[in-house]
T-cell receptor, first 115, second 116 residues
């Protein structure tokens, strides 16, 4: 079964600092990769996704992620965070098991941006 | 992106009662839908997957008789928590996947269930 690991559980940054959140998955087959964000009191929103092609994916709000197949990683980055980026970030991997696909989430990283 | 609604957004009930949560896709028809459960400060855990017109497939450890799922149409799915107990208190989130939308899921805003 696939699994997703997010190494940073809680990250505190000052505004304008650079961000990198780690995500590693374990699955040997074809995967689709996602980063979701959950702002306080709100529902999950898609930040970006990787299906195929250029492994460097750009998403909304200045976020990007790089798929490194050899490392089974899909780290999320942002050059300069803002206070409004304070939220919970989830990495998710969609993989096929038999004829069905399943989306597995990481445990999430809580990002706190201070002024 | 596609819009998914859930109703109610918050429910408080007494132990032993049953609670129904509705999930609707507002601007697309969904062939597959998912119900997740999110514990405080934890990730989303998939409870079950269902395709319209067929029975739901439950994940290991999820009691199908306790969490009844009805995927009534291409735009509506319901989750009924039967004989709820305090340990069922959680945040329940639904999501839809479209037939031609690749593997992206569209999530509802969630329902906070508190069982007293």
């Amino acid at each position: 079964a696939q699994s997703v690991s997010q190494h940073n559980h809680h990250v505190i940054l000052s505004e304008a600092a650079s961000l990198e959140l780690g995500c590693n998955y374990s699955y040997g087959g074809t995967v689709n990769l996602f980063w979701y964000v959950q702002y306080p009191g709100q529902h999950l929103q898609l930040l970006l996704k990787y299906f195929s092609g250029d492994p460097l994916v750009k998403g909304i709000k200045g976020f990007e992620a790089e798929f490194i197949k050899s490392k089974f990683s899909f780290n999320l980055r942002k050059p300069s965070v803002q206070w409004s980026d304070t939220a919970e970030y989830f990495c998710a991997v969609n993989a096929w098991t038999g004829t069905a696909s399943k989306l597995t989430f990481g445990t999430g990283t809580r990002l706190q941006v201070t002024l | 992106g596609a819009v998914v609604s859930q109703h109610p957004s918050r429910v408080i009930c007494k132990s032993g009662t049953s609670v129904k949560i509705e999930c609707r896709s507002l601007d697309f028809q969904a062939t597959t839908m998912f119900w997740y459960r999110q514990f405080p400060k934890k990730s989303l855990m998939l409870m079950a997957t269902s395709n319209e017109g067929s029975k739901a497939t439950y994940e290991q450890g999820v009691e199908k008789d306790k969490f009844l799922i009805n995927h009534a149409s291409l735009t509506l799915s319901t989750l009924t928590v039967t004989s709820a107990h305090p340990e069922d208190s959680s945040f329940y989130i639904c999501s839809f996947k479209t037939a031609g939308g690749g593997n992206e899921q569209f999530f509802g805003p969630g329902t906070r269930l508190t069982v007293l």
